[in-house]
């Protein structure tokens, strides 16, 4: 059996090579400009470009809510998905089309206003809408829940704000607004 023998030098140099290359790389990227950036789209283009909230946006768009969603401040968006939608009765659907107060209701109690990520949701028991009402946070087993919504997908970073995919639609109970 060969027995490996090293030089304490030789090991030294390969490590100041090595460390040597990493400063070398981290310093080419801070001047190159290759630092970490924010979102550069906002809420509604974040939702368009992911391509599975064609329903969302296309209701946000028909209420009148893409122009304050994109430009209008700082939000959270608890985002249902096309799936989530699809779980929705045609119906009540059809009823929301037909009544743009309602439809818009029923959208800003998807939305907070400011940005609260991940790691401030599960610390709430619930969160204030712009609809006026609360929705509850339940997080049991690791799971997030958002009345009865289960958040599958948090911190969906956009320029203004976060968006927090839900896999149910949210529909405001009667009278429970602050």
Not at 73 to 88: E, L, N, Q, R, S
Not at 90 to 116: C, F, I, N, R, W
Not at 147 to 170: E, F, M, Y
Request: glycine share 8%; proline share 4%; aromatic share 4%.
């Amino acid at each position: 059996m060969r027995t490996l023998r090293y030089r304490p030098t030789l090991v030294l140099a390969l490590g100041l090579v090595i460390v040597g290359s990493a400063l070398a790389g981290a310093a080419a990227a801070r001047d190159s400009g290759d630092k970490p950036r924010s979102p550069s789209k906002n809420i509604v283009e974040t939702a368009k470009g992911a391509g599975s909230f064609n329903t969302l946006v296309s209701l946000v768009g028909q209420a009148g809510l893409a122009d304050t969603l994109a430009r209008g401040g700082t939000f959270t968006v608890f985002a249902p998905t096309d799936a989530a939608f699809d779980k929705v009765p045609q119906e009540t659907l059809s009823a929301l089309a037909a009544d743009p107060q309602q439809l818009k209701a029923v959208l800003l109690y998807h939305v907070a206003k400011g940005e609260l990520r991940a790691r401030k949701v599960v610390k709430r028991k619930s969160i204030k809408t712009l609809n006026g009402a609360r929705v509850k946070v339940r997080v049991k087993r690791r799971a997030v829940k958002v009345n009865n919504a289960r958040v599958v997908k948090a911190n969906v970073g956009a320029s203004n704000g976060v968006i927090h995919v839900v896999d149910r639609v949210l529909l405001p109970p009667a009278g429970d607004k602050d």
